[in-house]
């Protein structure tokens, strides 16, 4: 199907007419009933997101001297993010447009750190767990880097002992998961701290999901164990901004043991009749309603609001997993933060995933083991006891269609 461009052009009111009809075949996230992509924490936050964000929606991060606000805000995420995650002085950082962003970052340091410091023997690679994020295959695509996933172990956690076997002379990173999103789980990251301390590598901390979630649940007493710049292995991680930060999309950070490692992310570009031109990322123009956004909402929730944002979620993942029990379902693993998967050895994963999407639910699955998925926000305090309903509903109707009859369904 082709689309040309209007000759003339539409009046606002149409138009926002027609987004608004759109819109209406997209999932009711508002009323709760999406559990990946968006993390709704309350009309207010998203409030302080959008105010923020058009505030500063014409402003370019690229130039840190015409936007000296940007720059400032920018300093002052990073400076909250690396005080957040124990880093020590002078460590460095920068916001980027996501996840996939800060993990591509973090790879091109470590692979021009390696080849800086002449410990590059052959192709690079990375020694990462089975459930680790695609973006680092993507990233090692880009860069023509071997990506090595290593199984996990029966807990469903990174395998320090395998993936250590698998580390050579050609390693430029091993990575952990802080947690990972197929099971919500928190690699070891200690033990895999040590792993690296004797093979001399680069650990990256994939905190994308828990970086804004993991410091604020463990304040509030989750028994984390520690998984970021803590642990002194550890010179490099990604946390998601517009995850478990709550701040409006794209905004993530790439944070560094030092100054000296971030020097290596850097593009300082000259040959060419512009000037010269240095990015601290690969983007060029950096939205400046992202950072404004990331900037207000931080200081709008502060670590009092955040402590009560997770700790909401965290006892919302305690009630649905308290409920799937009842039902007969398997838990994978032991999350502890805002994501879960499980499983019922009765029931097909996939058949009650398409079941709950009749009844207006979308959510994520996974693959292996086959489980239902589940990303949880604030707002899923007001309707868990609808989901629970809603699967048990969809196992009965499962049930009566294995065996023709119709079951009256009451969840308690």
């Known amino acids: 199907m082709s689309f040309k461009m209007p000759e003339q052009g539409s009046d606002w009111e149409t138009l926002s007419k027609d987004m608004l009809a759109r819109g209406g075949g997209d999932v009711k996230w508002r009323d709760g009933k ?15 997101q959008k105010e923020a964000y058009t505030m500063y929606m014409s402003e370019n991060g690229l130039g840190p001297l015409a936007f000296p606000s940007l720059a400032k805000m920018e300093d002052e995420v990073i400076s909250m993010a690396l005080d957040l995650l124990h880093a020590p002085e002078g460590a460095a950082g920068n916001i980027t ?19 800086a410091e002449g410990t590059l023997k052959g192709q690079a690679n990375i020694v990462a767990p089975w459930s680790a994020h695609p973006a680092f295959d993507k990233a090692c695509k880009m860069m023509d880097i071997e990506m090595r996933r290593v199984p996990c172990g029966a807990d469903y956690m990174a395998d320090p002992k395998a993936m250590g076997a698998r580390i050579d002379a050609s390693t430029i990173m091993m990575v952990g998961s802080a947690p990972c999103f197929p099971y919500g789980l928190m690699d070891p990251i200690k033990e895999l701290g040590k792993i690296a301390d004797a093979h001399g590598a680069w650990l990256h901390v994939d905190a994308c999901v828990g970086g804004y979630f993991a410091p604020f649940a463990k304040m509030n007493g989750v ?6 710049f ?22 993530s ?16 570009c000259a040959d060419w009749p512009g000037g010269r031109m240095i990015t601290p990322t690969l983007a060029g123009t950096r939205p400046g309603g992202a950072i404004a956004a990331a900037w207000a909402v931080m200081n709008y929730l502060g670590v009092k609001g955040y402590r009560e944002k997770q700790g909401i979620v965290c006892a919302v993942r305690a009630h649905i997993e308290a409920g799937v029990k009842k039902m007969g379902f398997k ?7 805002g994501l879960i998967a499980f499983y019922h050895p009765d029931y097909d994963a996939f058949a009650l995933w398409g079941k709950m999407m009749e009844r207006g639910w979308f959510t994520s699955v996974t693959s292996e083991p086959k489980s239902l998925h589940l990303m949880l926000s604030p707002f899923h305090a007001a309707v868990q006891d609808q989901y629970l309903a ?11 269609g294995n065996a023709g009859e119709v079951k009256e369904v009451r969840y308690s």
């Open 34 to 48: 999406t559990a990946v992509y968006v993390f709704n924490a309350g009309p207010d936050v998203a409030r302080v």
């Open 390 to 400: 809603d699967l048990q509903a969809s196992m009965a109707e499962i049930d009566a």
């Open 223 to 228: 028994p984390l164990d520690a998984f970021d």
């Open 97 to 115: 447009s996501g996840g996939t962003d800060s993990i591509t970052m973090a790879i091109k340091t470590a692979r021009d750190y390696a080849r």
């Open 331 to 337: 838990i994978v693993g032991e999350p502890q933060l």
């Open 253 to 268: 950070t790439v944070l560094f043991r030092s100054a000296e490692l971030q020097a290596h992310m850097i593009f300082d």
């Open 230 to 251: 803590e642990v002194s292995a550890v010179k490099s991680i990604s946390a998601d901004l517009h995850k478990y930060g709550y701040t409006a999309k794209g905004a």
